[in-house]
């Protein structure tokens, strides 16, 4: 009988034991479905693209939840491969371009197998997680999301998604109006004769010039100005004006998009410009240049300014290299043919006339003088008298 009570009691107990072990499975069950997340905050605050993060600057975001968290994912795909993960494309998904955090609430200070530099930030009332040295590729969308997760599938329950943006310096590059890249100094020709008066023989007018400046990928965005020999006083382009922005009409344009929430493109200022009488006197009055050389060809400098703010500065210069045909003395060929000949008939007239004088004074011919005038003396007896 005694070992019958201890048999019955073990199995009363054990009965206990497991209605108890259920009880909290499905309380932990129930808590975990109850739990929302409710808001997310980051510092700094780098949801703005004019103010993403710094260079290597670190990012903590924070969501908070209504109730007790255990599990916290948290995923975020690089910008260029948004929309690209998918079940027919693994590769994408387990080769770095995504990643997938997974924290439980024993997990506060680890840091993410995927990503070292993500470390976990677990509370009773929430996740989150701190960034170290944020790059380029974290900008974008990051999930995060609490639920039941089995471990065996992919985790479905209450998420909230944040935007954050980080700095991305540009690359800044020339190209030509066939968006082909410019490596060399330009070389262009100022096509008008002045000494003939009509355009140089083989071209038929003015030389167009169009190139531009690409600041690429540039997060913040940034503004792009150009200057002449560094000359900043006379910059122009955007935000600035001047008696420049009419002789090389600086045009800002987006030219690129890389990724499909356009986080990342390509800014670039076009300048249009014509090689004639206009550029060459704006040139030689404003900047010092002599635009008539007798070596028939001055050159400047020409900068692009790519401007990120507090963030960084880039700058790429080319020299345009002007040639022309030399203007000489100021007159074209038919003006130094008449004023050549005209010298030379004012110089025989003046030779002529100084023979002339000369013979006129030695043989006492003052103005081609009639020797049958001196009769017309009153005082001279040899005045011819005249006829009654």
């Given at each position: 009988?005694?070992?019958?009570?201890?048999?019955?009691?073990?199995?009363?107990?054990?009965?206990?034991?497991?209605?108890?072990?259920?009880?909290?499975?499905?309380?932990?069950?129930?808590?975990?479905?109850?739990?929302?997340?409710?808001?997310?905050?980051?510092?700094?605050?780098?949801?703005?693209?004019?103010?993403?993060?710094?260079?290597?600057?670190?990012?903590?975001?924070?969501?908070?939840?209504?109730?007790?968290?255990?599990?916290?994912?948290?995923?975020?795909?690089?910008?260029?491969?948004?929309?690209?993960?998918?079940?027919?494309?693994?590769?994408?998904?387990?080769?770095?371009?995504?990643?997938?955090?997974?924290?439980?609430?024993?997990?506060?200070?680890?840091?993410?197998?995927?990503?070292?530099?993500?470390?976990?930030?677990?509370?009773?009332?929430?996740?989150?997680?701190?960034?170290?040295?944020?790059?380029?590729?974290?900008?974008?969308?990051?999930?995060?999301?609490?639920?039941?997760?089995?471990?065996?599938?992919?985790?479905?329950?209450?998420?909230?998604?944040?935007?954050?943006?980080?700095?991305?310096?540009?690359?800044?590059?020339?190209?030509?109006?066939?968006?082909?890249?410019?490596?060399?100094?330009?070389?262009?020709?100022?096509?008008?004769?002045?000494?003939?008066?009509?355009?140089?023989?083989?071209?038929?007018?003015?030389?167009?010039?169009r190139l531009n400046c690409n600041g690429r990928g540039?997060?913040?965005?940034?503004?792009?100005?150009?200057?002449?020999?560094?000359?900043?006083?006379?910059?122009?382009?955007?935000?600035?004006?001047?008696?420049?922005?009419?002789?090389?009409?600086?045009?800002?344009?987006?030219?690129?998009?890389?990724?499909?929430?356009?986080?990342?493109?390509?800014?670039?200022?076009?300048?249009?410009?014509?090689?004639?009488?206009?550029?060459?006197?704006?040139?030689?009055?404003?900047?010092?240049?002599?635009?008539?050389?007798?070596?028939?060809?001055?050159?400047?400098?020409?900068?692009?300014?790519?401007?990120?703010?507090?963030?960084?500065?880039?700058?790429?210069?080319?020299?345009?290299?002007?040639?022309?045909?030399?203007?000489?003395?100021?007159?074209?060929?038919?003006?130094?043919?008449?004023?050549?000949?005209?010298?030379?008939?004012?110089?025989?007239?003046?030779?002529?006339?100084?023979?002339?004088?000369?013979?006129?004074?030695?043989?006492?011919?003052?103005?081609?003088?009639?020797?049958?005038?001196?009769?017309?003396?009153?005082?001279?007896?040899?005045?011819?008298?005249?006829?009654?």
């Amino acid at each position: 009988m005694r070992g019958g009570s201890l048999v019955s009691l073990a199995l009363c107990l054990a009965l206990f034991a497991s209605s108890s072990y259920q009880a909290a499975q499905i309380n932990r069950i129930k808590r975990q479905a109850r739990s929302n997340l409710q808001t997310c905050s980051i510092s700094p605050s780098v949801e703005d693209p004019r103010t993403p993060t710094h260079e290597n600057e670190g990012i903590t975001i924070n969501c908070a939840a209504d109730g007790h968290v255990d599990v916290c994912v948290i995923k975020h795909t690089k910008p260029m491969y948004v929309g690209q993960c998918s079940n027919s494309n693994t590769q994408i998904c387990t080769n770095g371009e995504q990643t997938k955090c997974i924290a439980t609430a024993n997990d506060n200070g680890m840091t993410c197998d995927e990503d070292s530099r993500i470390q976990y930030i677990m509370g009773n009332n929430g996740c989150g997680i701190k960034i170290s040295r944020a790059d380029p590729d974290d900008t974008g969308k990051w999930e995060f999301m609490v639920s039941d997760y089995s471990g065996t599938t992919n985790p479905s329950g209450n998420s909230k998604t944040v935007t954050l943006y980080t700095f991305n310096r540009t690359i800044v590059d020339f190209t030509d109006d066939r968006e082909q890249a410019i490596t060399r100094n330009l070389e262009v020709w100022y096509n008008y004769d002045e000494n003939e008066n009509e355009y140089r023989s083989g071209s038929n007018g003015y030389e167009n010039i169009r190139l531009n400046c690409n600041g690429r990928g540039g997060r913040p965005e940034p503004t792009i100005t150009w200057m002449i020999n560094n000359n900043d006083r006379l910059g122009f382009g955007e935000d600035l004006s001047g008696d420049a922005d009419r002789i090389f009409n600086p045009k800002e344009q987006y030219t690129h998009t890389y990724d499909p929430e356009g986080y990342i493109r390509d800014k670039s200022s076009e300048l249009d410009f014509t090689i004639n009488q206009e550029f060459m006197s704006y040139i030689g009055n404003n900047y010092g240049i002599d635009v008539n050389p007798e070596g028939e060809q001055f050159s400047f400098e020409l900068t692009c300014i790519v401007d990120q703010g507090d963030y960084g500065k880039e700058e790429l210069s080319m020299m345009i290299n002007v040639r022309r045909v030399y203007w000489r003395n100021g007159f074209n060929g038919w003006e130094i043919f008449g004023i050549s000949i005209g010298a030379i008939l004012g110089f025989a007239i003046i030779v002529a006339l100084l023979i002339v004088c000369c013979c006129a004074a030695i043989k006492g011919w003052w103005c081609f003088e009639n020797p049958d005038r001196r009769y017309e003396d009153a005082n001279n007896q040899k005045r011819r008298p005249r006829t009654q």
